[in-house]
C-alpha cells in the first residue's frame, strides 16, 4: 500500500517534469518573422524602422483609393461627399494614356527601354512616355534629371521634383491639359497609389538575402543594412534625358533583309504609336498599319519636318494656342536611340511594301 503511493507520487512528480520540460521547449522566445512575396515593401521597411514617406494625410475628407483609380483611369471620380460625380479632369486625356499601373520590369534595378520592351511584350502593356504608377511611392524624386535640367525653372516643375503631390497636380495640368485637381482628389490618386506600392516578390531577393532580412528583423540589429539590401534592389527614381534629333537617311539593302529590327520596330509603333494614334483615340492624328500611314510618316520625315519621327519622338510636339492635346517627347529611356532606328526601319519597309514579317 505504502509502496504503491510511494510509486504514485515518484510517477506524477515525473509527469510533471516532463510537462514543463517540455514546455519551456516548445514555447518560442518571440514570434519569427518571415518574409512573403505579397508583403508590401512600405510594411517591411517599417519593421526596419524606415520611415514611411508619400503617405496619405488622413485629416483631409472624402479620400479613396477607389475615387483615385476612377480618376486616373476615367477622369473622374465620385464627388468628396459621395454624391455624384466630378466633373471631367481632362478633355484630352486619361492619365493612363501615358502612364501604366503595372510593373514595367523583370529587374527593377535594370531599367534599359528595351528590357522595358520586352517585358510590354511579354505582358501585353502599353509602352508609353510617362513611367509606371507601380511603385511610384518607393521612388523619392519625380520629374527627374533632363526635365529639371530643361524645365527647372519654372517654379510647379522645380517643386515637383521632391513633391510627390505637386507631380500629381503639374502632370494634371500641363501633361493631361485638364483642370487641377483639388486636394481630395490629389490625396485619392495617392491612396491609390499607395495600393500599388512595391511588394517583396518584385525586388527577386535570394533566399540568403531573405534570411537576412528576416534575421534583422528577430533581433533587432542591422536594420540599415537590410534597409540597403532592399534598397539595390530597384530604382527610387525614373531617370530621364532628352537626345537630339536625327536627319533621315534613306534605307540601305542591309535594313531591307533586318528581320530582327523590323520586328522590334513594329512592337514599338503596335504598343506605344497606335496607343494613342489608332482610331484617333487620343489625337486627330490617326494612324493604322495601312500603307498609306506608313507613307505619310516616311514623307514626314523625310521631309525632316515636325512631322518626322526624329523629331516627333526626341522633341515631341507642343499645346501652342492654349490647351490641347499633344504629344510628350520620349526621353532616351524611354525609347532609345536604337529602338528608334529600329522604328524607323520599320516605318520604311512597310512604306515600300516590304512586310518582313511575313517572310
Ligand atoms: C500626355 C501624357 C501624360 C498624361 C495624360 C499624364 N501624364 Fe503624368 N507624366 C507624363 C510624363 C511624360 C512624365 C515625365 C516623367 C516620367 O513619368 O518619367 C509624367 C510624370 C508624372 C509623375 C511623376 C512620375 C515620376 O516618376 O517622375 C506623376 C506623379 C504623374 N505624371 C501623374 C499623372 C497623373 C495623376 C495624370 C492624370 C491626371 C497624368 N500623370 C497624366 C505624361 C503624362
Ligand atoms: C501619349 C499619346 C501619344 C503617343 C504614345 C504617340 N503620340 Fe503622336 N501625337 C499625340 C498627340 C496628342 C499629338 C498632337 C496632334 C493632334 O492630336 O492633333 C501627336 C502628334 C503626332 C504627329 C504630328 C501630327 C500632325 O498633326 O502633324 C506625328 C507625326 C505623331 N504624333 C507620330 C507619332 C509616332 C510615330 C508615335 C510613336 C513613336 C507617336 N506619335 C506616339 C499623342 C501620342
Redesign the pocket.
Known sequence: MFGKVKIGTILTSLAVLVLVASFTVIQPQQEQFFLSDNDDLWTVYEKLGKIRFNTVDPSVKGVSAEKGRD??FKGYSTKQDGKGRTAQ??PY???T???NTEKEFDDLSDISAQNRLDYAEKHDLPFL???SFYG?VN?KT???DD?QKKYGHVPIIKASNTD?RK??QL??TQ??Q?RA?EDWEIES?LAYYNTIGLKIKDLNLKPAEKKEVETAVDNDKDLHQAVHLLEAKYLAT?P?HFAEHKTYSPITEAEKKDTESFKNGQLIYERSCLHCHEAERYSFFALDKSKFSFVNLLNRTKANKDGSIYKIVRHGTWPLAGKKAYM?LYPIEKMSEDQLDDLKIYIENMAIGNNLAVQ
Open positions: 480618376i486616373i479632369q481632362s486625356f486619361k492619365c494614356a501615358c502612364h512616355q510617362g513611367s511610384l521612388r519625380f520629374y527627374n526635365y510627390i507631380a500629381i502632370c494634371a501633361c493631361a485638364g485637381l490618386v525614373s530621364a510628350p
